[in-house]
């Protein structure tokens, strides 16, 4: 009887402090004296040991009983009692020569005095005081100096030193707590001091508790609930009024009590097998109402507007030089040494020290280092290896001065150094061997105790590894100091979950010292993790709840990282969902107790059940969700073993995998169909426990956690977690409304439960909080089941109306926007995407082609998402990956996977099923033809034309490339330029390709542009229209069927004529001549005073031809001219790549005087503002300004066009237009023929908001398009509403135009290629068109596009030719900027 009850004891660790002697010595007490009047009477002990024990603690003791009323056996509701005499006060053995004395006096309060003789600093005691044994501890109000309240369930309270002791003082006012409950916690090692493996318990001097004090089990306050819901006409309950019922039935209960009733009887009459049934199905029914569908509130959607930290504040820290410790400046001293090669390395910890373990080679000796930062005497106990682990006498010759020799040992002191003066100083081991003498170095180390590698030796390998080392890179993109110390301790952390989260809680604050780069490369390493690519246990035996409380104290530093650090907010979410919830203490425990009770009720103690038992009680893992789900899933299909191995696989597991773990899983689950019901009902709820520990995105457990739940110990330890306190009104039965709903086939409901608990959660997350942790797994599981419930949806989706997925897809932006810490543009497409619905719904007839410019936003917005991911995670990934030497193929689409765990890919999956939707509504089709020039040659599929731009192919070639920015020129050879992306039909490129007679197009249909790319090596011709390409293969004798082989090139009479300084620095616009400046300047100067008053134009002055080489041939410039001609000489041999220096070498120009001057009174005489009159460093500005226009005559993009078409580069002379810049609201492009079509009657423009710049740059998205009939310009026809979410704008201020002699050569597009820059530099705004007028008021948009079209109308008869004008529009008012003849 009593070695069962020790048993059970033993699996309980939570609250169960007494020892088996203790239990055995008070049990025989009792029943030496009068069992018949005690509280445990015989069989009352034997129900004690059967299976339902709960393993709690409990103390036997004589009880005062009234006469009238029976005794409960119950041990929930034991009632007051008189205590036997004892001892108050104890002493304990802590460790080593270190004791506690803990002493109980009592005066008007119990004062409890705990000593701690020779005791390390930074200690604190963990406690929390019991009113009756079976309760979880309640925080006292009155508590010592210092004390902080730690998870919401202890108190923490610090220790005072004093010589080699530490003192605390604790006083109890409350008369009816029994007992104080603690541990003492080493904070600085992470060490637990606990009472032979349990909690340290210390009764205290008790009075009697009143009776009403005495608890009733939740199980009978709804029982009562129950009868008194039948008593008053079975009423339809709102959540309100149930919360009252269950208090007036808790208090009918306790009245009954006070009244003479035990426990035991209320539970008897209460719970009569008619009564029981009718409560389960009234519970199952409910008893209020459930909605349907939830009423959201309205919310401003940019309170939700996250915008980035800005770099310098946000990198602060890590731009500051680390400083080294002495290990990294001792290790760094050994590997620069030459001809050094590191054959092994690895770093120990030892309680906050570390120990660093070297093996080197050079010149065929082996050098073993050994160095530590652990102060006081240490000495090596060590020996060498000729087969690996075996400990041999290492020979004397070899010996160290000062060695000791032993049997199959040696031992040597280590010695002190300083690595850098007489500060930084460690111990160190060096010995030299020759190699291929011994195979391995075993050692232990002894200071003031032994030191072991986790209960075994430590060994170096004195080889290099048998696998050829990986080229791990430079680390570059990374926060290479922390992986490097990341993969030293790996072979630690792979010990066990234990050992890898108090190492990662140990290092998350030195990766966020080292900023975003650090953070990214701790989500890194803890997301390798969690995908399995790193070790999770080897050959090391740790209980559950050790791994919990790990994972709890890691969480913690987590959450005060989000609240301290919120730009790392998305970073920390994503790797607090890699780690899971953890617990503290008897959280974890219960994976260990569970099981066997599950296997005890069950009668399934063998085969796969005791093997799965021996591995949770070894190490459990995220592994044990997927088995118990497993095991479900089976029991489920009515025992088929299919679905059990389908469950495994799908998720990972195999069977090596299974066999893989330090307690195998050999055997497959057998059970009988008379087990399915208990053991179904029973894993269900191990399934949470497991959850609530290794899962963090599990709702129902991070519910739980929020809204506080109580598990009672049957068999095991109890939980219970307290609600949160200042959730928001109404937010249980929300999250009441997530959970009856989240498997619902039809999701939309379920959808907006989940977003409007999100949105109730958000303004919490950003306050500090202890519990905050739970808040954020709570968010980040809401978050997941977003993601799971979209996925669930598409089937249902297929279908459906364009407005249910564009509605579906709003949810899913709503969702994104929550997760994401630079969210504005995100914000923006949700806000169009509402509008298009509003557009919808109101029969507006463009609304699929404004839907389709804001899917193609929100494209982009995830490409850039996707972008910035790569940028920050995947250096990481393939750094670390490297230096751990894990599976390539898993690390090179590392954040690939990152992506598509997140809603992000749930997001584009629904905008790539509505593309087509939309496409045909608005008669888009699958292309969008820039240039549509016929075309026969080979398929060649390219990633970004940017980098083919200077390549020549030698056969005519169709490129089908994946980005293509709209800045790039298109490579020699090239008939075809085929693309996803969406340059403007006004940019750079595509009027380069109409230009040059080259196919141009962008292709919408993935399913299109994928037979494409199979079709790479193949000859294809392909057919343009306006509006659309078929293409066909052909044979290699069709080639010379093309039109556009033919090469198109300068007449060789049209060549740079050089231009020569015609003594003057600075001209006004009456000076613009052919010889002074370029056809952009003269061409503005011809427009005033001949286009209609409505139409403004700038006023202009301009550094004329020749400035430039004046400039550098003044004395003061001499050594820049010196460079240039040496660099100059080097790009004439060939060498492209000095170009930068180039460029760079020109900003070092100085202004002559006369140059200033000059300029100053030119353009204070055209009533344009002077730099200078600001100051000094305003005309530094302007002057930079002018040599970056200078110095764009060496960028690559114009290099390379004028060498193609064997322009002469030296004589490209260099003009600048000088500009004051009209601040404007839009900025528009004009082509008086349309370019497309090539129809003379039809004006094209597109508009952008802001300057122009995002217009002719390379800036994603599309413009705004249009086009207007030449005999009907007040009617403009929307071709497509604008996608780019970048607008720039910029106070008043000066910009300087390039304006060379090459731009505007006949047959020749030289426009575009040379830089214009502004002095000031340019703001940019994310762009919010759900209320721009421009798109949103039909009549402002009118009024705008026919005023655009009216002035390029007018342009164009003013020249007599087709026109290419650039312009914009302030207040209303049209500016042309620039005019040149349409090519």
Excluded at 39 to 51: C, D, G, H
Excluded at 357 to 366: D, N, P, Q, R
Excluded at 466 to 479: C, F, L, N, R, S
Excluded at 1309 to 1333: C, F, N, Q, T
Aim: charged fraction near 25%.
């Amino acid at each position: 009887m009593h070695k069962q009850i020790y048993q059970d004891m033993s699996n309980s660790v939570g609250h169960g402090l007494l020892r088996p002697t203790v239990l055995e010595h008070q049990i025989k007490s009792i029943c030496n004296g009068n069992c018949g009047n005690s509280l445990f009477s015989n069989s009352q002990i034997r129900k004690l040991s059967s299976s339902d024990f709960r393993g709690q603690r409990f103390s036997a003791r004589k009880l005062k009983l009234r006469t009238n009323r029976m005794v409960s056996s119950y041990p929930k509701a034991a009632l007051a009692t008189d205590r036997a005499p004892e001892q108050l006060g104890r002493r304990f053995k802590l460790d080593g020569d270190s004791e506690m004395q803990v002493n109980v006096n009592v005066s008007s309060v119990v004062l409890v005095e705990i000593q701690i003789t020779n005791s390390n600093d930074n200690l604190y005691l963990h406690w929390g005081v019991k009113q009756n044994q079976k309760e979880q501890w309640m925080l006292p109000n009155r508590r010592p100096e210092g004390t902080k309240v730690f998870n919401d369930q202890a108190l923490r309270s610090p220790l005072v030193k004093s010589g080699s002791d530490s003192f605390l003082k604790v006083e109890i006012d409350d008369p009816a707590v029994e007992a104080i409950e603690f541990l003492i916690v080493d904070e600085r090692h992470n060490r637990w001091y606990k009472d032979n493996g349990q909690n340290f318990y210390v009764k205290l001097p008790l009075g009697e508790k009143p009776i009403s004090s005495i608890g009733v089990t939740e199980e009978l306050v709804q029982i009562q609930a129950y009868l008194r819901w039948e008593r008053n006409g079975k009423k339809t309950y709102t959540p309100e009024q149930e919360k009252k019922e269950f208090e007036e039935a808790r208090k009918e209960l306790l009245r009954e009590i006070e009244n003479g009733s035990s426990v035991d009887e209320l539970r008897k009459k209460n719970t009569k097998s008619d009564i029981q049934k009718n409560i389960k199905n009234q519970l199952g029914k409910r008893n209020y109402s459930t909605p349907e569908k939830i009423n959201r509130k309205k919310r401003d959607l940019m309170q939700l507007l996250k915008k980035p930290t800005p770099v310098s504040a946000r990198e602060g820290i890590s731009s500051t030089p680390k400083t080294l410790s002495a290990l990294q400046i001792f290790y760094k001293l050994i590997e620069e040494q030459s001809d050094v090669s590191v054959l092994n390395k690895q770093t120990y910890r030892i309680y906050d020290k570390q120990l660093l373990v070297l093996a080197t080679e050079a010149f065929g000796k082996i050098r073993v280092h050994l160095a530590t930062d652990l102060m006081g005497p240490l000495t090596l106990h060590w020996a060498l290896s000729k087969n690996a682990g075996e400990w041999l006498t290492p020979p004397a010759e070899l010996l160290p001065v000062g060695s000791t020799s032993l049997v199959k040992a040696a031992e040597t002191l280590f010695s002190t150094v300083s690595v850098d003066g007489a500060t930084n100083k460690i111990q160190a081991f060096e010995l030299e061997i020759e190699e291929g003498s011994f195979v391995g170095l075993p050692f232990v180390l002894r200071g003031e105790n032994w030191i072991n590698n986790n209960d075994s030796d430590f060994y170096v390998e004195l080889s290099g590894p048998t696998k050829p080392i990986k080229d791990v890179g430079d680390g570059k993109g990374t926060a290479k100091d922390l992986l490097d110390r990341i993969a030293s301790l790996e072979s630690e952390a792979e010990q066990s979950f234990m050992h890898r989260f108090n190492i990662a809680a140990d290092l998350i604050d030195e990766a966020k010292d080292a900023g975003e780069l650090g953070v990214a490369g701790f989500l890194v390493w803890m997301r390798f993790m969690a995908t399995r690519q790193l070790v999770w246990n080897k050959a090391y035996c740790v209980k559950p709840r050790e791994i919990s409380q790990a994972q709890a104290r890691l969480i913690h530093k987590l959450q005060n990282i989000y609240s301290s650090h919120p730009q790392y907010s998305e970073l920390v979410r994503m790797i607090m969902s890699s780690v899971g919830h953890g617990g503290e203490g008897d959280v974890g425990q219960r994976i260990r107790d569970e099981i066997l009770v599950i296997q005890q009720k069950n009668k399934c103690k063998g085969g796969m059940m005791e093997e799965w038992h021996q591995k949770l009680h070894n190490n459990t893992s995220p592994d044990d969700v997927i088995i118990c789900q497993a095991l479900m899933d089976y029991i489920k299909s009515d025992l088929d073993i299919s679905v059990y191995w389908e469950t495994l696989n799908t998720n990972g597991i195999t069977k090596e995998r299974l066999l893989s773990y330090d307690r195998a899983i050999h055997n497959e689950p057998n059970f009988s169909r008379d087990q399915k019901e208990g053991l179904l009902r029973d894993l269900g709820s191990y399934l949470k426990t497991l959850k609530a520990v290794h899962s963090g995105a599990d709702l129902e457990s991070a519910i739980s956690n929020c809204m506080g739940y109580i598990a009672e110990g049957r068999g095991m330890v109890g939980v219970t977690i307290k609600p949160m306190s200042g959730l928001p009104s109404g937010f249980q039965e929300l999250l009441q409304f997530v959970l009856e709903h989240v498997e619902d086939k039809n999701v939309e409901p379920l959808l907006e439960g989940l977003l409007e608990a999100r949105e109730e959660l958000k303004p919490l997350l950003s306050k500090s909080d202890n519990r905050l942790q739970d808040l954020l797994f709570l968010d980040i599981a809401l978050d997941s089941n977003v993601r799971i419930a979209i996925e669930r949806s598409y089937e249902q989706l297929k279908n459906a109306k364009p407005e249910k997925i564009m509605y579906f897809i709003t949810l899913l932006l709503e969702n994104l926007v929550l997760s994401s810490d630079d969210n504005e543009d995100l914000i923006y497409c949700w806000k169009g995407w509402n509008r298009a619905l509003t557009m919808v719904k109101t029969g507006e007839n463009d609304w699929a082609l404004f839907a389709k410019s804001v899917l193609d936003r929100t494209r982009l917005a995830l490409a850039t998402k996707g972008e910035l991911y790569h940028q920050l995670l995947q250096p990481s990934a393939e750094y670390l990956g490297a230096l751990l030497d894990l599976d390539q193929s898993a690390v090179s689409i590392f954040t690939e996977e990152m992506i598509r765990s997140g809603s992000a890919a749930s997001l584009s999956s629904l905008v790539n099923r509505l593309d087509p939707v939309l496409r045909g509504v608005a008669n888009l089709g699958s292309w969008q033809v820039i240039s549509p020039v016929k075309a026969v040659g080979y398929v060649v599929v390219v990633d970004e034309l940017l980098s083919v731009q200077n390549k020549c192919y030698q056969v005519p070639t169709i490129l089908v490339a994946n980005k293509v920015s709209g800045e790039e020129e298109i490579p020699d050879g090239a008939v075809a330029v085929l693309t996803p992306d969406m340059p403007d039909v006004l940019s750079h490129v595509s009027v380069r390709a109409r230009n040059s007679k080259v196919c141009f197009a962008t292709c919408f249909d993935p399913d299109i542009l994928n037979d494409l790319r199979a079709k790479e090596g193949i000859l294809l011709n392909l057919k343009p229209t306006s509006a659309d390409i078929t293409y066909c293969e052909v044979k290699e004798d069709n080639l010379t069927q093309s039109n556009n082989l033919e090469e198109v090139g300068l007449s060789p009479t049209i060549q740079l004529v050089k231009k020569e300084f015609n003594g003057k620095y600075a001209i006004s616009s009456d000076e613009f001549t052919s010889e002074m400046v370029g056809a952009k300047s003269r061409n503005i100067a011809y427009l005033k005073g001949k286009v209609p008053s409505s139409v403004g134009i700038p006023t202009s002055v301009a550094l004329p031809f020749g400035v430039f080489e004046k400039v550098l041939s003044d004395k003061i410039n001499q050594g820049v001219s010196e460079k240039l001609q040496i660099l100059n000489k080097q790009l004439v041999t060939g060498e492209s790549d000095v170009l930068r220096e180039i460029r760079m070498t020109v900003l070092d120009l100085s202004a002559p005087h006369q140059l200033v001057q000059e300029l100053k009174t030119t353009m204070q005489r055209s009533d344009m503002p002077w730099p200078g009159d600001e100051g000094e460093e305003r005309w530094e500005q302007a002057w930079t300004a002018i040599k970056k226009v200078w110095a764009s005559k060496w960028n690559e993009r114009a290099y390379f066009s004028t060498k193609k078409v064997k322009l002469d580069h030296d004589f490209l002379c260099m003009a600048v237009l000088v500009q004051e810049i009209i601040n404007a609201d839009y900025a528009f492009v004009i082509h008086t023929t349309n370019p497309s079509s090539g129809d003379s009657s039809e004006i094209y423009a597109e508009v952008v908001k802001g300057l122009g710049e995002t217009l002719v740059g390379a800036y994603p998205g599309r413009a705004l398009s249009f086009i207007s009939r030449k005999d009907n310009l007040d009617s403009p026809k929307v071709l497509g509403y604008p996608s780019k979410p970048i607008g720039l704008f910029i106070r008043r201020s000066i910009i300087f135009r390039s304006d060379s002699n090459g731009e505007d050569l006949e047959g020749y597009a030289g426009a575009g290629l040379y830089d214009s820059v502004p002095m000031d530099e340019e703001d940019k705004v994310i762009l919010d068109y759900s209320s721009d007028p421009l798109i949103v008021d039909a009549d402002f948009q009118k009024l705008i596009l026919s005023t655009i079209a009216r002035a390029g109308d007018s342009i164009e008869k003013l020249y007599g030719t087709p026109q290419d004008i650039e312009g914009v529009i302030r207040d209303g008012k049209i500016y042309v900027v620039q005019t040149r003849p349409q090519m």
